[in-house]
């Protein structure tokens, strides 16, 4: 079982919005995973083969148990039947408790359309009718298993908690987490990502340049970190209201 599974549409998105988080619930000692739902053959730098390989690194630096990605097509990520039992599949596989989405606003329309699919994927595979008998092994390609993990379940199984990483929406944060001892690890797993990020004629119209990767990656996480007392933070939202029990427990201070 994973505590939390983070859903994203492409090899590198989980490390941009959310890595700090995995690598911090890895510290603490939860199990933690990654899946990619396409494999970035369509990107302007690399292949997917590259990709893979970068991911791969990537899910060491962030001490995830598991990784893989799905074999829908990048920049045809659609909320479709087919794609939400996909997903569905590997939910009751990896049967998280708590499952991070991209934010359902983005520029990019991977981004976008990955939030209601994941979204609809965490319900569909709570239903104990729903037969997922049609979901070819050969959709999900492992990309990473670390050596104690073994998950062969696939009984229905619903997340108890979505959130939702907000890192690039313009909305005000539900909380965030506070990545300030993992900022520089995170950092590196995004730097894994040579095909993409080394400095390269291919897309330099597109990407950002590699001497401002840290700087740009650190001015907004200081900037979530400000809104919290720390100094590196992690934006999230949640679509529940809070529950508190003690007022006198509450963290950040007011005045």
Known sequence: MIDILAIAAHRDDVEQTCGGTLLRAAERGQ????????????????????????????AKLLRVSWRGALDIPDTRVDNSYENR???????????????????????????????????????????????????????????FVANDQQLMANEPHRPFKIVYASLYAEVRPSFVVDITAQFEARLQSL????????????????????????TRLETM?????????????????QKEVGLVEDLTCLPVQSI
């Open 85 to 143: 039992l996909k997903v569905a599949r590997v939910i009751r596989m990896l049967r998280p408790r708590v499952v991070i989405l991209p934010y359902w606003e983005a520029r990019h329309p991977d981004h976008a359309k990955a939030s209601p699919l994941g979204y609809e994927a965490c319900f569909l595979a709570g239903l104990k009718r729903v037969d997922l008998s049609s979901v070819s092994a050969d959709s999900l390609n492992v990309t």
């Open 31 to 58: 199990k933690t995973a990654i899946l990619d739902l396409t494999r970035g053959e369509m990107g302007t730098r690399g292949t997917s083969e590259d990709r893979a390989r970068e991911a791969a690194a990537a």
């Open 191 to 214: 730097l894994a990502y040579k095909s993409q990020y080394l400095q390269q004629q291919a897309g330099g119209d597109l990407f950002v340049p590699e001497k401002e990767i840290r």
């Open 221 to 237: 996480a200081r900037f979530y970190g400000l809104l919290a007392g720390v100094e590196f933070a992690e934006p999230f939202i």
